[in-house]
């Protein structure tokens, strides 16, 4: 395969730093702000130059060979010579569904195979644009966010689906609204760009607002961090954090892993007095049968991601409650790294349920989308 455009692969996308859960002000940055919803999906960099199509992902990576259906759509939809930054995404039940996306990526040896054939069926992906790096022979990188969107709302406007133009607003309201509502459709903040911005490769210069929460956890087990600590022995690497359903049973909800070093080694002593030698013992030994741990819901399961990593853990037994903190869930699991905040000495641990958490009210996708 051999581009003609005039902005080549790899390109390193243009990222964003987290200001908080309160959407800044237009003034706060010289030639105002942009808003638009930040989609749950993997980062991806659209080449198109005609029949030659690369999606390349957030490493650089040409993802095009787990993708197949985007590169027939883009084939035949897209202009004959683009290069688009978006955001690839599955709709499942009217909402963003990342568990889902995440199961489109097989390995490479797969290529052309049956596997990524039916994954592409039955959770086909739609492609959010938010950006245009180049159209024809123009490379529009060093010109500013504003004209790029404009020429990009002119390019797509007639594109159907699976490709979409993610909205924008100018209104720091209606993104305050959008930041409240469109989570109930999956999506999970709100970005802020700044207008007279050229497209900075590799720099966080825009702006992320995402919901911070709290919830209290059981700590239920940990698993050692791969560097051992000076004198040679385990650290804590990751706290597994777990959660009661209403029938009493504790499930493996995420882990809590960035500690100092220094907090690692020191976690080791305060966990010491919990260590349990037998994982029968345990509300998580019944996933140590065959059935579970092929599901991936065991904290030690073996997965086409996780390889031949060691995976070994060390069993708490459930008596401590840790207070975390938390964005938003992907079903019943935290959908980021759990960011531990303290010791909760005061808590019953059965009081740690799913009750506590704050789900947000079900919104329409398609009134963001369009027809999904």
Known sequence: MTLRLPVLPPVSPMLAKPTGARVPAPDSVAGGLAYEPKWDGF?????????????????????????PEMVDAARRLLPERVVLDGELVVV????????????????????????IAELAEQWPTSYVAFDLLADDDTDLRERAYADRRDRLEQ????VPAPFHLTPVTRDPDEARRWFEVFEGAGLDGVIAKPLADPYREGVRALLKVKHARTADVVVAGWR???????????VVGSLLLGLYDDAG???HVGVASSFTAARRAD???????????????????????????ASGRMPGAVSRWTGGKD???????P???????????????????????????????LSCTYDQLERPVRFDLASILGDT
């Open 311 to 317: 995976l070994s853990w060390t069993p708490l037994r």
């Open 267 to 293: 976690l080791v002593d305060e966990l010491a007095a919990y260590a349990l030698d037998d994982l029968s013992e345990h509300p998580w030994s019944e996933w140590a049968d065959a059935q579970a741990h």
């Open 43 to 67: 980062r991806c960099v659209l080449f198109r130059d005609g029949d030659d199509v690369v999606v390349q992902g957030r490493s650089g990576d040409d993802l095009a060979y787990a993708f």
């Open 319 to 349: 008596d401590l409650v840790a207070e975390v903190g938390y964005d938003h869930l992907e079903g019943d699991r935290f959908r980021h790294v759990a960011q531990w905040k303290r010791w909760r000495p005061d808590r019953d641990p």
């Open 224 to 234: 050692a961090h791969k560097q051992p600590g000076p004198d040679g022995q385990p």
């Open 155 to 158: 390019l797509l406007h007639t």
């Open 92 to 115: 499942v039940d009217d909402r963003l569904s990342f568990e889902s996306l995440t199961k489109r990526i097989r390995p490479r040896k797969e290529a052309g195979g049956w596997k």
């Open 249 to 251: 049973r504790l499930h």
